[in-house]
């Protein structure tokens, strides 16, 4: 049982901020405008983040301090994300070209800012986690469940869940949900019935670069105590995994979670007893995650819903 | 005149002047940002970027062609794929097998006479690489497969592979590396090295530069015959543009995503086998969990030359160049990230080509507008006819 929980909670580490930042691929593929810079606005919302940790550190500690961090991640990927915005719905631009550009420049930035700013001219930004939660008061002590969900556990995971269920109700149950889509579906219709495409897009992109950078805190606090400008690719993982929730926000939740708990039999088969006996090395775990995905895929793929009009600039005149 | 002023008009020349402004603005931003973190050395580092490789004279020069060949070829990969349409962000995975297939080759492989052993070790490279792509390629096509995640799993997959193949084969254990490969495996130096070398003493400080960056140069001359001179490259571009109206034109589109596909990974694979065959001196294939750059930074390079195979040579050296000048930045006290960052905004602003190819052509028309206007109101009407009737007909 013991093992269980491990395997579970160790899952939620994985796939929780692949899941932010999938929901956050959904708002903005959604709206009609590809974003593969996720990863570089996760590294962005990381990075000052976690730098905010690194100052506070010694005056805060606990879950106010997470939270505030919380709050500048948004912020960052919501400001970084504006780059691509503008280039994307102002400027018509190739949007490859300028998320590309942003994923190149987040990595270099957040290196040679750290590197400059930090005493000993490290890049590594290291930080204390004083933010896990050994147990959830009263929630904690339910058998089973509160060993799954409310032992060992982030807040983060919570907030995780609270941001699907917002997805979900923004997305389908309100007024600016439907235009969102319908801007990501044919917005030239949009457009004709008074929805400003040009607002719609930016939002979705907004939307986008704050759970983006939301998930890139969220990734690195559980799993690591130093920030090294990286977030491993999780950004195109997440990109993967949108695809694979086919753009609905409950199938990325299990896309995520499928991916999730592949990535942990990779990387903790060692206290798994059957998988510790096998001789299989280490590498060949680590290739599971990523083979299943595909075999996956390839059997749920026929029927692709891409949004129709995403990547493709809004342009008034044209037909 | 008229020829200048056509010249200046033209599409090819627009395109270019707008990639050369996206590159001045990224050297200001560079310089600025210089600026901002060390106001006293900040001069004297730019001009360190500016000379790039030639900072260290000849050898200097040679490693920039060096980390320019594999360069050109993931740029090539990239692009040839833009042209085709599709995405192939899996370069780093198709990079590193085809690297593995060709040290492994050089190294065990040792019957095969030299010219032959690295000719086979590179033929060897550029086929794993295709198989790496030919995955996704299927996938694509025939089950519907979104190539971009495909080949982003095809990356990880490719890392962990190689890397658990190279510690089962050709692993030196002691450095953490893969093995030198066979003297033979070697490429040959293809009269590089009477050009790019230090003079240290009575020898020869020799730059690792070899004959990969004539092959790299030869294979995007025959990139750019393929898509532009033949009738297979004209249908895969066709796919590209629309893979319906070629389909309705009788084109078989599914062989086509797949095929390119596999072009566009033999080619990152064979960047692979040139970067790792260069010597005892040259590059080894570290065995680490991350995914190899010079596969993303084929993304880059194509922009920058516009997914054009000629202007992927040129988008390559330059992005060596300025990366070799960011390594000699640390002799001050800078970051060599700098100038990732000067590339990255040189491709954000690439991104708005659009608007710097409009900003020419009405420059020149605004210049036209204000001469013929201080003559005489009339002359504007006549001017702005004979324009029209030149471009209906051209009797100008």
């Known amino acids: ?76 990927g919501t400001v970084f994300s504006l780059f691509h915005a503008y280039a994307a719905v102002n400027l018509k631009a190739d949007q490859i070209i300028s998320g590309t550009a942003l994923n190149m ?121 130093n920030f090294n400008a990286t977030v491993s690719g999780y950004g195109f993982l997440a990109l993967a995994v949108m695809i694979f929730g086919q753009w609905k926000p409950t199938r990325v939740l299990f896309a995520a979670l499928f991916f999730g708990l592949m990535k942990t039999v990779a990387s903790a088969y060692s206290v798994i007893p059957l998988l510790a006996t096998s001789n299989i090395p280490s590498d060949i775990y680590k290739m599971i995650p990523f083979i299943a995905t595909l075999i996956v895929l390839a059997f749920s793929s026929k029927s692709s819903q891409a949004p129709k009009a995403v990547g493709v600039p809004y342009d008034k005149g044209s037909r | 005149m008229i020829q200048v002023k056509e010249l200046l008009t033209s599409d090819s020349f627009n395109k270019a002047y707008s990639s050369i402004f996206s590159i001045l603005i990224g050297l200001l931003f560079g310089l600025i940002i210089l600026a901002v973190s060390n106001p006293a050395q900040a001069g004297e580092g730019f001009i360190i970027i500016l000379k790039g490789g030639f900072s260290t004279g000849a050898k200097g020069m040679g490693q920039v062609l060096y980390f320019a060949t594999p360069l050109i070829l993931t740029g090539l990969s990239v692009g040839f794929a833009f042209k085709t349409g599709l995405f192939n962000i899996g370069a780093p995975g198709q990079f590193i ?54 080949t982003i799993m095809m990356n990880y997959i490719g890392m962990y592979f190689a890397n658990y193949l190279i510690k089962l084969t050709v692993y030196d254990s002691k450095k953490g590396l893969s093995m030198n490969t066979a003297e033979t495996a070697v490429l040959p130096k293809g009269g590089l090295d009477y050009i790019f070398y230090n003079p240290l003493g009575s020898t020869k400080d020799m730059s690792t530069v070899n004959c990969g960056i004539w092959i790299a140069i030869a294979i995007a001359i025959i ?153 005489e109101n009339a002359a504007e009407i006549k001017e702005a006819d004979t324009v029209q009737a030149g471009k209906d007909g051209g009797e100008q």
Not at chain 2, 236 to 263: E, Q, T, W
Not at chain 2, 267 to 275: T, Y
């Open chain 1, 105 to 225: 420049f987040a990595p270099a930035f957040a290196i040679f800012t750290a590197r400059m700013i930090q005493e000993n001219g490290v890049q590594q930004i290291n930080f204390m986690n004083t933010f896990r939660i050994p147990s959830v008061p009263v929630l904690g002590d339910i058998p089973v469940i509160g060993g799954l969900f409310f032992q060992n556990a982030y807040i983060t995971t919570y907030i995780g869940f609270v941001i699907l269920i917002l997805s979900v109700i923004v997305l389908y149950k309100t007024r600016f949900g439907l235009r969102l889509r319908a801007c990501g579906e044919h917005p030239h219709a949009a457009d004709s019935v008074g929805i400003n495409v040009y607002r719609m897009r930016y939002a979705g992109v907004m939307i986008s670069g704050a759970l983006a950078g939301l998930g890139g805190l969220v990734f690195v606090i559980p799993t690591s105590t």
């Open chain 2, 97 to 150: 097998m085809g690297a593995f297939a060709a040290v492994y080759i050089g190294v065990k492989w040792t019957f095969l006479p030299a010219p032959w052993h690295w000719i086979v070790a590179l033929i060897g490279a550029a086929l794993i690489g295709g198989l790496w792509a030919l995955i996704p390629g299927l996938l694509k096509a025939y089950l519907n497969v979104h190539e971009v995640i495909a």
């Open chain 1, 1 to 76: 049982m013991q093992i269980l929980f491990l395997v579970f909670q160790q899952t939620m580490f994985f796939s929780i901020p692949l899941l932010i930042v999938a929901l956050g691929g959904v708002f903005t593929e959604r709206s009609g405008v590809t974003n593969i810079a996720l990863d570089g606005m996760m590294i962005m919302g990381a990075f000052t983040s976690i730098f905010f940790i690194n100052q506070m550190g010694d005056t805060m500690s606990g879950q106010s301090l997470l939270l505030i961090a919380i709050l500048i991640a948004v912020a960052t």
């Open chain 2, 223 to 375: 990139i750019y015959i393929i898509l532009n001179r033949t009738t297979f490259g004209y249908e895969l571009k066709a796919c590209g543009f629309n893979p319906h109206a070629s389909r309705y034109a009788g084109i078989n589109d599914k062989r086509n995503v797949v095929l390119s596909m596999v072009i566009a990974g033999m080619l990152a694979g064979l960047g692979g086998g040139l970067l790792y065959l260069s010597g005892a001196n040259g590059r080894h294939i570290k065995v680490v969990d991350v995914l190899a750059m010079e596969g993303f930074n084929g993304i880059p390079v194509a922009l920058l030359g516009l997914s054009n195979p000629i202007g992927i040579i040129f988008a390559a050296i330059f992005v060596s160049y300025i990366t070799q000048g960011g390594n000699y930045l640390q002799t001050l006290n800078f970051v060599p990230e700098i100038i990732d960052i000067i590339i990255a905004c040189i491709i954000y602003f690439s991104a708005f080509s659009l608007i710097f190819r409009k900003l020419l052509p009405n420059l020149i028309k605004f210049i036209k507008k204000r001469k013929s206007g201080k003559t």
